[in-house]
């Protein structure tokens, strides 16, 4: 019986000795890298102006099919992506948002890499575009006025190495 016992006891051992006490990683839902189609998804937390993703990761060069769900929302977002992790860029592209146009204008700003329209509570917009061909952090925003900087994220622009 004492043999059992010792046995049972020696078992997690062997066990963290057999992982080299790592445990594997679980795959990250938001690692588009190995899709033809990067197919990204970011929905905004109810009325708590956040988005529930606020990063994910594609390859250079990718095709991003990138959707803005507002369904659960009754406030607008829209998601426009910056060409820089600089928050200053974004800053300049979010006040030029709010200082030529309607709540809805997305600004003709060379650090524009793509946006969706502008959602309404309860609907869904998108946009394709191509991930830059330079690996890097690039800022994702709503432009919505009052909504930056609470609703940001970054696009991870990695190769299959990083």
């Given amino acids: 019986?004492?043999?059992?016992?010792?046995a049972l006891l020696a078992l997690p051992l062997l066990l963290l000795t057999a992982c080299d006490g790592e445990s594997p990683e679980a795959s990250d839902?938001?690692?588009?890298?190995?899709?033809d189609v990067a197919d990204v998804t970011i929905r905004a937390v109810g009325d708590n102006m956040q988005f529930e993703q606020t990063s994910f990761?594609?390859?250079?060069?990718?095709?991003?099919?990138?959707?803005?769900?507002?369904?659960?929302?009754?406030?607008?977002?829209?998601v426009l992506v910056v060409n820089s992790d600089d928050n200053s860029v974004a800053n300049e592209v979010y006040r030029a948002s709010q200082d030529?146009?309607?709540p809805n204008y997305i600004p003709d700003h060379g650090a524009v890499l793509a946006s969706t329209p502008m959602a309404s509570g309860g609907e869904v917009t998108e946009v394709e575009f191509t991930a830059p061909e330079e690996p890097g952090d690039y800022i994702y925003l709503c432009t919505y006025p009052g909504h930056y900087p609470a609703m940001t994220g970054v696009m991870e622009v990695r190769t299959e190495e990083d």
């Fill in 1 to 6: 019986m004492q043999k059992y016992i010792v």
């Fill in 29 to 35: 839902p938001m690692d588009f890298r190995e899709a």
């Fill in 100 to 102: 030529e146009g309607p």
């Fill in 57 to 78: 990761t594609v390859r250079p060069g990718q095709t991003v099919q990138l959707v803005m769900d507002n369904a659960e929302a009754s406030l607008p977002h829209n």
